[in-house]
């Protein structure tokens, strides 16, 4: 018999630890190695959390060409079976997920009509709606098929049940050197010398450097968001039921078990902008708010063919999973499973190639 490979995952944000579940429950022997302190500290640390197939366009096109919208079809079917799976995976874990869909919000019905026109062309099913608690008096899309849940506290609640699991995991890896020895990779971590049959990178936007190792080149933008967190506060009957988008500024407020969130932007580094804008969206809310607890910025990892890589690479089993920029907690359980198909069932799958 055949005994299972070993396979190293740069990378513990949601994408490294998905692809480490998926192939975990087939048996292989995994480490996964980053090199911050404990899981989800990258750009997996404080998303919007929405898990929103609805949001497969890139978000760099504002006016998508034949191209785009083909990419669009293709994250937008990963992304439903992603969000399927996440379900799954997060009620096993013990933590909740929030159905009732995402709303996004728009400064007019005919903006917002041409906007539904626009998601049918790629498949995303929407209502036309306005509400005054849920999009603030506004004529919003309301996506009913999109979720959402808390994304950093599934990754370290998914870390735990794969150290329960046998997965092994450094931390604090900063200076990991890799290198290709012909049967495999040799990785070296501090002290340590990791041997392994295939070698994942799910680095986020450090990727691209971690190929450059192999004298690949990758394409990869770094695209930041802010984040503002907010104490929940004790009258809660006037706050949204499900995330709420702002098409203008690319972010979202989203309320979670024990905190309410203000996130996202395009290329944003500073969350002030993003905290001004929904104080002109719901005045009230905003007033009763407060000034936020917390705040965070992080880089998405954007490919420029608008859908992520999950690849291998001109190296024999040497593979990618990054370039998921706004979608990558939506993505990430899908991410996982095609992944290990590709490792494991010699899956052949163009839709999310890697031509490096
Ligand atoms: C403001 C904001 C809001 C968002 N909202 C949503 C949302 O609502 N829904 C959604 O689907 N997506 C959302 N996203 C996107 C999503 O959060 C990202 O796509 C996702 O977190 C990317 O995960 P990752 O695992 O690829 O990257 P990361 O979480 O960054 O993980 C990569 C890991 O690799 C490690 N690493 C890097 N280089 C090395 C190295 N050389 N050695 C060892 N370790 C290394 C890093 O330390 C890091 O932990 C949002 C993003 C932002 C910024």
Same mark, same amino acid.
């Given at each position: 018999?055949?005994?299972? $490979? &070993?396979?190293?995952?740069?990378? @513990?944000?949601?994408? #490294? ?5 998926? %192939?975990?429950? =087939? /048996? !292989? ?114 996506? $009913? &098929?999109?979720?959402?849940?808390? @994304?950093?506290?599934? #990754? ?5 049940? %794969?150290?329960? =699991? /046998? !997965? ?114 719901? $005045? ?73």
């Amino acid at each position: 018999m055949e005994s299972s $490979p &070993n396979i190293t995952i740069i990378g @513990a944000g949601l994408i #490294g630890l998905c692809s480490a579940d998926a %192939l975990s429950s =087939r /048996g !292989v022997n995994v480490t996964v190695i980053d090199a911050r302190p404990g899981p989800c500290e990258g750009t997996s640390f404080s998303n919007s959390g929405m898990i929103h197939p609805s949001q497969a366009l890139s978000w760099d096109t504002p006016k998508p060409s034949p191209s785009d919208l083909d990419a669009a079809r293709v994250t937008a079917a990963l992304a439903k079976r992603s969000r399927d799976l996440l379900v799954d995976m997060t009620k096993r874990l013990g933590l909740p997920v929030r159905p009732g869909g995402c709303l996004q919000i728009f400064k007019d019905f005919e903006t917002a009509r041409s906007a539904q026109k626009s998601y049918g062309e790629i498949g995303i099913l929407s209502n036309i709606v306005i509400d005054p608690i849920d999009s603030f008096g506004r004529p919003a899309c309301q996506f $009913p &098929n999109d979720n959402s849940g808390d @994304a950093r506290a599934f #990754g370290c609640a998914l870390e735990m049940d %794969l150290r329960a =699991r /046998g !997965v092994s995991f450094i931390y604090g890896a900063a200076d990991t050197d890799v290198r290709h020895t012909g049967a495999g990779f040799t990785v070296r971590v501090s002290d340590q010398i990791l041997k392994a049959d295939h070698l994942i990178l799910a680095a986020g936007i450090q990727t691209a450097s971690l190929l450059s190792k192999f004298e690949i080149r990758m394409q990869l933008k770094a695209v930041s968001g802010a984040a503002a967190d907010f104490v929940l506060p004790e009258i809660i009957d006037d706050l949204p039921s499900c995330p709420v988008m702002d098409t203008e500024s690319r972010s979202a407020m989203t309320v979670f078990k024990n905190r309410v969130r203000i996130s996202g932007g395009w290329g944003l580094e500073d969350p002030a902008s993003l905290v001004e804008c929904w104080r002109d969206i719901a $005045p009230a809310l905003m007033l009763r708010l407060g000034r936020p607890r917390s705040t965070w910025t992080g880089v998405r990892p954007v490919s420029p063919v608008g859908r992520p890589y999950i690849s291998g690479s001109s190296i024999p089993n040497l593979w990618v999973n990054t370039g998921h920029g706004h979608m990558g907690w939506t993505l990430c359980a899908g991410s996982g499973e095609l992944m290990s198909e590709l490792i494991l069932d010699g899956r052949r799958d163009s839709r999310f190639a890697f031509s490096g």
